[in-house]
């Protein structure tokens, strides 16, 4: 199963989206996601199994359930793939598009986008390729040998400097 979320705050149209749709285009995948309140204007999806928002114990049953998930580009979302070993699908909310404040989505997504195990996806065009990717890899079981923790070389300059 692959888990799509939105995060706990607000709907993020394109995402959800450009998810059903690849959920149409691949009906033998079975897709299940949070997509935020939808209030008029916002995407109801057609082909994906949906809750407008989920409890913390239903978000980490679909977590520890999943193969995949796909994602905006929030740190919890992130940090829930990572510490579950499930590769993660980002494509960030952007401030131009009026889904988020600013571009902090787009920062978090350049900081991961070279993290083994997360796919970012800048595009909503680009993500049925990276959720490929993303099956391909879990299916792998390349996603034991990723780290919980930052990036080796972050950890050794951080306490080389505490060190100093």
Not at 28 to 41: H, K, L, N, T
Not at 114 to 143: D, N, T
Request: net charge negative.
């Amino acid at each position: 199963m692959i888990f799509s979320t939105v995060g706990s705050e607000l709907p993020f149209n394109r995402l959800t989206e450009a998810v059903d749709k690849y959920a149409q285009a691949n009906s033998d995948v079975v897709i299940s996601a949070q997509v935020g309140r939808i209030g008029p204007g916002d995407y109801s999806p057609q082909y994906i199994q949906f809750k407008q928002l989920l409890t913390p114990g239903e978000y980490a049953e679909y977590v520890d359930r999943a193969i995949v998930i796909v994602a905006h580009a929030g740190m919890g979302s992130i940090i829930s793939a990572i510490t579950q070993k499930k590769p993660v699908v980002i494509l960030p909310r952007r401030g131009h598009l009026q889904e988020t404040r600013n571009d902090h989505q787009f920062s978090t997504a350049k900081q991961f986008e070279s993290r083994e195990g997360i796919f970012v996806a800048w595009e909503e065009c680009e993500l049925p390729a990276r959720m490929e990717e993303a099956l391909h890899f879990s299916q792998s079981g390349s996603m034991n040998g990723v780290s919980d923790f930052a990036n080796q070389d972050l950890l050794k300059k951080l306490e080389s400097f505490l060190r100093s």
